[in-house]
């Protein structure tokens, strides 16, 4: 069975930095693209980064460019994004996923594997 399983969220001040680890178990993320995802209270669920499967692109939402940095390890099977200067913004339910489609989009729809979510909150 394809499970992704998110960890690393919590309470953080703004200003501060997090990582949040993404473990997948019934397949092996190098053959997918993968991303994460977020979503805020009474907001839709919206692309943060992902990187594409076919050449290893990585693609960041104008939020979190030069922020947030998205990487993978592959003996690990295990994705990860490093948020550093963390605004209030950032709040929400952090998401990773994988899809095999080699190029990515920032349609969450389109992503076909998802992990349960982690909660960032950033707060003083």
Request: proline share 5%; net charge negative.
């Amino acid at each position: 069975q394809m499970q992704l399983v998110e960890s690393g969220g919590g309470l953080v001040q703004p200003g501060g930095s997090l990582t949040l680890s993404c473990v997948a178990a019934g397949f092996l993320l190098k053959y997918y693209t993968i991303g994460w995802f977020r979503q805020s209270p009474g907001k839709e669920r919206e692309g943060v980064s992902f990187i594409a499967m076919n050449d290893g692109t990585t693609y960041y939402a104008d939020a979190v460019k030069g922020r947030f940095t998205i990487s993978s390890d592959n003996a690990e099977n295990t994705i990860y994004l490093h948020m550093t200067n963390i605004k209030p913004e950032d709040t929400g339910v952090y998401y990773c996923a994988a899809d095999p489609s080699p190029l990515g989009t920032w349609d969450p729809r389109a992503w076909g594997y998802w992990g349960q979510g982690t909660q960032v909150t950033v707060a003083t």
